[in-house]
């Protein structure tokens, strides 16, 4: 996204937090780092940072999010939650289902999403989201929400992402107003983001568009050990109940897993 796509943007904004301020940068290490700094400094909730390019853009689990210039939309959002320990993983449910609204909204296209927070078309990830959280003690201080959306990024010669990721120009929608995705995206967030602080689950709307529900898949957990097992469904917290092939049911976080295919 560029400087004049994101000027257009904040002219259509209608949030009430999200995206005041609203800040764009050209290049940047990651749009998490960012904010983070500011966060530090006393940054007020709702700060949104927007890059045209991120020189080391993060993935989860210490992966890189390949990041080029125009290639897609880079955000991170500060978000000072009030939102129990246990339900942390609302906060980036909310980003990965605002994204899946918006997108349906501007572009007519009903993205799947993968558990726990892949947004995918076709079986390919379009978008990612990371949640990274501050805290003094046990108290969350703040929480980096960030989101990845592959928008005009070409794969061709990037052989070990072809396979699995796809881009909107990829997937050969008509021309996107960036401008009006991105207003479209921080509105769907908020208003996710505004039902969490008040205590209401997203996760019976996140569930409903999972595709994972139902499916065998296998998880990888951080430890290396490779689990079997067909989808059950989601607790509360957005937990996945795996019907293991011995019979036996595990619950499975998201914190530390790679869905290997479903
Ligand atoms: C994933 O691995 O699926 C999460 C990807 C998150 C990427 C976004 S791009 C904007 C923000 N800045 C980063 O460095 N990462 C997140």
């Known amino acids: 996204m560029n400087q004049s796509q994101l000027e257009k943007a904040r002219k259509q904004l209608r949030t009430e937090r999200l995206g005041w301020p609203l800040q764009f940068f050209s290049s940047v290490t990651s749009t998490q780092e960012i904010v983070r700094e500011q966060a530090l400094t006393g940054a007020p909730e709702g700060l949104v940072v927007v890059a045209n390019q991120q020189t080391a853009g993060k993935g989860r689990a210490g992966r890189e999010w390949w990041s080029p210039p125009s290639g897609g939309l880079y955000l991170s959002i500060l978000l000072r939650p009030n939102v129990a320990p246990g339900h942390l993983s609302w906060l980036t449910i909310c980003l990965a289902l605002g994204a899946a609204e918006a997108i349906e909204d501007i572009c007519q296209l009903r993205p799947d999403i993968k558990w726990p927070n892949d947004l995918e078309l076709h079986g390919k990830k379009l978008a990612g ?25 070409e794969f061709s010669n990037r052989p070990e992402l072809a396979a699995t990721a796809t881009s909107l120009l990829a997937e050969r929608v008509a021309k996107v107003d960036e401008a009006d995705l991105l207003a479209a995206i921080l509105k769907r967030i908020e208003a996710q983001y505004t039902d969490v602080n008040n205590g209401i689950s997203p996760v019976p709307r996140w569930a409903s568009r999972l595709i994972t529900l139902g499916q065998v898949v296998e998880i990888r957990r951080s430890g290396g ?14 937990a996945l109940r795996l019907q293991l092939d011995s019979g036996e049911e595990e619950i499975i976080r998201a914190e530390d897993v790679t869905v290997l295919n479903s």
Do not use: K, M, S, Y
């Open 129 to 153: 989201i990371l949640c990274e959280g501050a805290f003094q003690g046990t108290d969350l201080e703040f929480v980096v929400a960030g989101l990845g959306l592959n928008i005009n990024q």
């Open 225 to 238: 050990d490779l689990r079997t097992g067909r989808a059950l469904g989601v607790l509360p917290d957005g």
